[in-house]
């Protein structure tokens, strides 16, 4: 089985705080992504990576950076939280073999922004 | 530009009866579609996809759903809905077929109420 693993399911920071958000998976996935789930607007693609130390800007990029120095771990990094960051965040990884492969997503870290 | 729609937030069916959950698509080229659920408080679950060959799909807990090229559809469909098939459902494609990064658009979702 597929596993994807987020450091956190609940998280609560400060507005201008340095965040930290974490992703494991297991099955040797050369993709993976961070999206953030807001009711109404589905999910959207922050940023995405193909290989270590690759990275792609997605749709709604401003305000994160990401980090993937080992394939299986991929971290979203939140510079100076604001409170229109108080979001679901999902991780998923895929296999690189022209998308068929379905995405298998993390829990999700819920995170608020005080 | 490519997109994903989902014209209903929620869809409410009784339990035993047959369900639909509506999905349309606009994106160039031969699409890949898939199919997630999302419980309560949980991540995503992939239910099924089409890529290729038959239009009718079967996935996981008894759903399918049928690609509809003329249409631009891809509906999900259960010939007897279960309580326990209440959730958060989500319809994606994957962006620009010659991109190998495996790129999703999701639609905004519909939720399913399904009762007893």
């Known amino acids: 089985d597929v596993k994807v693993t987020q450091s956190s399911r609940y998280l609560v920071k400060r507005t201008g705080e340095k965040v930290f958000l974490e992703c494991v998976q297991d099955?040797?996935?050369?993709?993976m992504f961070w999206y953030r789930q807001d009711p109404g607007l589905g999910l959207r693609l922050i940023y995405f990576s193909y290989d270590v130390k690759m990275k792609e800007k997605g749709d709604i990029p401003e305000g994160y950076s990401v980090s993937r120095e080992k394939k299986e771990r991929f971290s979203l990094i939140l510079e100076s939280a604001s409170t229109n960051q108080t979001s679901m965040y999902l991780c998923?990884?895929?296999?690189?073999?022209?998308?068929?492969?379905?995405?298998?997503f993390g829990p999700g870290t819920r995170l608020t922004v005080t | 530009a490519q997109s994903v729609a989902q014209p209903e937030d929620q869809v409410n069916v009784a339990e035993g009866n047959p369900l639909t959950v509506k999905c349309t698509y606009s994106?160039?080229?031969?699409?890949?579609l898939f199919w997630y659920v999302q419980y309560p408080n949980r991540g995503l679950q992939f239910l099924l996809k089409?890529?290729?060959?038959?239009?009718l799909v079967k996935g996981s807990y008894g759903f399918e759903a049928e690609f509809n090229k003329s249409q631009t559809s891809f509906h999900l469909k259960k010939p007897s809905a279960l309580v326990s098939d209440s959730a958060l459902y989500f319809c994606?494609?994957?962006?620009?077929?010659?991109?190998?990064?495996?790129?999703?658009?999701f639609g905004q979702g519909t939720t399913l109420q399904v009762k007893p």
């Open positions: 994106v160039s080229g031969n699409p890949y």
């Open positions: 089409y890529i290729t060959g038959d239009n």
């Open positions: 099955m040797d996935h050369e993709n």
């Open positions: 998923a990884s895929s296999l690189r073999d022209g998308g068929r492969d379905e995405q298998y």
């Open positions: 994606a494609v994957r962006t620009h077929p010659s991109s190998n990064t495996g790129k999703l658009i």
